[in-house]
Structures are given as structure tokens and as C-alpha cells.
């Protein structure tokens, strides 16, 4: 078992930076593949990116490459996003998961254990 916990969202306005981290419990963190994604009111869940379990590879949804940063550090069980050049549009509940398998993936059902989420509200 596996659990989640995000933090780092808040109230930005346009432009300006935040950086999400989410820590997992447990000694397996760098066994699994891991991910963030996103979800606005009224939307479904959406990938945002994803990391292998080395940190070595990457991947983004094209709404956020070039803005968004994701890496992890395995020695602190620990994963990040960085966040720069924030829209109104980026606004959501950001969530962590973390897959069992090694491969990346930005599918969400694929998504093993999740984190309860973090807001982040972009103002225009």
C-alpha cells in the first residue's frame, strides 16, 4: 500500500509560478511509474505529466510543455511539478498517482494509488 500527499497549491495570478510536491509513504517510491493530472469543475480528470520510476524519462500534455516541470527525488520518496507561466485555464484540483507498473503511462485508470489533491487557482 501506497499513500499520497500533495501539497503546494494556492492562489496565483497569471504568469506567476508554483511548485507541487507530493510524498509517498512507503519503500517502493522508486519502483513506480508516477504522474500528475488534473481535474477543473465539470471536467474529467486529465493528464498533466509523467515520470519513470528513474526520473530518466518524461512526458507532457501539450497544454503545459514548455511551462511545467515534473522530476522526483527518490531518496526523499518524494515527486514535483514546477509550474511556471501559469493561466486561468491551468486552474484545478491537481493530483498525484503513482503506478505499479515501470512504465509511463497517461492513462488514468492505469494509476494504481492517488493522493486527495491540491487546488490551485490561477486569477487572471
Known amino acids: 500500500q501506497v499513500q499520497l500527499v500533495e501539497s503546494g497549491g494556492g492562489l496565483v495570478q497569471a504568469g506567476g509560478s508554483l511548485r507541487l510536491s507530493c510524498v509517498a509513504s512507503?519503500?517502493?517510491?522508486?519502483?513506480?511509474?508516477m504522474g500528475w493530472f488534473r481535474q477543473a469543475p465539470g471536467k474529467e480528470r486529465e493528464f498533466v505529466a509523467a515520470?519513470?520510476?528513474?526520473?530518466?524519462?518524461?512526458s507532457y500534455a501539450d497544454s503545459v510543455k514548455g511551462r511545467f516541470t515534473i522530476s522526483r527525488d527518490n531518496t526523499q520518496n518524494t515527486m514535483y511539478l514546477q509550474m511556471n507561466s501559469l493561466k486561468p485555464e491551468d486552474t484545478a484540483v491537481y493530483y498525484c498517482?503513482?503506478?505499479?507498473?515501470?512504465?509511463?503511462?497517461?492513462?488514468?485508470?492505469?494509476?494504481?494509488?492517488w493522493g486527495q489533491g491540491t487546488q490551485v487557482t490561477v486569477s487572471s
Open positions: 498517482g503513482a503506478d505499479r507498473w515501470p512504465t509511463m503511462t497517461i492513462q488514468s485508470h492505469r494509476y494504481d494509488y
Open positions: 515520470i519513470s520510476p528513474s526520473g530518466g524519462s518524461t
Open positions: 512507503g519503500r517502493t517510491f522508486s519502483f513506480y511509474a
